[in-house]
C-alpha cells in the first residue's frame, strides 16, 4: 500500500462519504451514475492534465487542469447540480476541500439533507460517492484538505499492518496513489486505490 500519508492516512484523520441524489439508503437515484459518466467522459476525452489551484477545463481539446475541489465542483455542476449548489460559493469564490467537507458533516450519518446522503460507513459507499476529509494538522500544506469520487466498491483487506478497505477513487492531486493511472511526476487528474 501507498505510505504517503495523504493517502493512508484518510480512515484516521475525518471520512465522509456521500451520494449526490440519492432519495434513501434503500431506493438510489441517478446521481452516482451521472456522476460516473461524467468521470468516464474526462478519461475518453482526457489529453492533458495538471493539479492547479485555478481550475481551466477545455473538454473539447481535452484539457482538464484543475486541483482536487476545482474537480469535484466541475464534476458536480454537470452530474448533481443541486448538490453543487449546496456547497456554494464561500467568500464569493469556488468551494475548497473543508467547504465540501463541511457541507457533509453536518448530515448526520444514514441521513440525508436536501440533495445529500451522508453514507455511514465505508462498508455502505458505491461507485459515484464523494470521499471528503480535512487536512490533519500534523500534514504540513497549505490545502484544507481532499475531495474524490469514488468509482468501485470498497473491498475489505485484512491484510497488512493496518486493516481496512481498499477502495479505487478519482481525483486530481500531485500525488499518485497505489496503481494510479498518473505515471511518475505527472499530476492532475486520475484514479488510484486508497486505504480507509
Known amino acids: ?24 439508503a ?8 451521472k456522476v460516473i459518466a461524467v468521470l468516464q467522459q474526462i478519461e475518453k476525452t482526457m489529453t492533458a492534465s495538471r493539479y492547479q489551484h485555478f481550475p481551466v477545463v477545455r473538454p473539447k481539446r481535452g484539457e482538464y487542469f484543475f486541483d482536487c475541489s476545482g ?9 448533481a447540480p443541486m448538490a453543487r449548489r449546496v456547497v456554494g460559493q464561500p467568500n464569493g469564490r469556488r468551494p475548497l476541500a473543508v467547504h465540501f467537507h463541511k457541507t457533509i458533516a453536518r448530515i ?32 504540513r500544506s497549505k490545502n484544507t484538505g481532499h475531495v474524490a469520487f469514488i468509482v468501485s466498491q470498497p473491498r475489505w483487506n485484512a491484510r497488512g499492518h493496518v486493516p481496512g478497505y481498499l477502495v ?19 499530476s492532475g487528474f486520475g484514479t488510484g486505490v486508497l486505504l480507509i
Open 71 to 79: 474537480m469535484a465542483a466541475w464534476v458536480l455542476r454537470r452530474s
Open 168 to 186: 479505487r477513487i478519482a481525483d486530481a492531486s500531485r500525488y499518485r496513489h497505489e496503481n494510479d493511472t498518473r505515471t511518475k511526476g505527472q
Open 26 to 33: 434503500t431506493e438510489p437515484q441517478r446521481g452516482p451514475e
Open 108 to 139: 448526520p450519518p444514514g441521513k440525508r439533507r436536501g440533495p445529500w446522503y451522508r453514507v455511514p460507513d465505508a462498508a455502505s459507499a458505491r461507485p459515484g460517492d464523494v470521499l471528503t476529509w480535512v487536512r490533519p494538522p500534523w500534514f
Open 1 to 24: 500500500m501507498n505510505t504517503r500519508a495523504l493517502s493512508t492516512s484518510v480512515g484516521f484523520a475525518v471520512l465522509v462519504l456521500l451520494l449526490p441524489g440519492r432519495a434513501s
